[in-house]
Nanobody
Framework: VQLQASGGGLVQAGGSLRLSCAASGRTFSSYGMGWFRQAAGKEREFVAAIRGSGGNTNYADSVKGRFTISRSNAKNTVYLQMNSLKPEDTAVYYC????????????????WGQGTQVTVSS
């Protein structure tokens, strides 16, 4: 599976962005998908995850109520809608695919996209 993330950019605090992650391959629906982020000088952290069917989602406490993960298996794409952005959301955002039932740890993910920069100005 190859993953291509896009949609990052510069936005003011309180603004919104939607990230997309396009996947290659015919078995996209068999993968759980996750979004992670890594700020400068910090470890990569979990943001959100969604099951292959799209019926179960999970979020980090820091983004709950502001971010929404969704997927279109017909388009082989997973999305991250980010609203009410804060300067502390500034990071490189990565999408990843997993065959595991777990979702929080980066080590559970088999495939990673290249990352897209999100910068939130105050």
């Amino acid at each position: 599976v190859q993953l291509q993330a896009s949609g990052g950019g510069l936005v003011q605090a309180g603004g919104s962005l939607r990230l997309s992650c396009a996947a290659s391959g015919r078995t996209f629906s068999s993968y759980g998908m996750g979004w992670f982020r890594q700020a400068a000088g910090k470890e990569r952290e979990f943001v959100a995850a969604i099951r292959g069917s799209g019926g179960n989602t999970n979020y980090a406490d820091s983004v709950k109520g502001r971010f929404t993960i969704s997927r279109s298996n017909a388009k082989n794409t997973v999305y991250l809608q980010m609203n009410s952005l804060k300067p502390e959301d500034t990071a490189v955002y990565y999408c990843a695919a997993t065959t595991s039932t777990g979702y929080r740890s980066p080590s559970l993910y088999n495939y990673w996209g290249q990352g897209t920069q999100v910068t939130v100005s105050s």
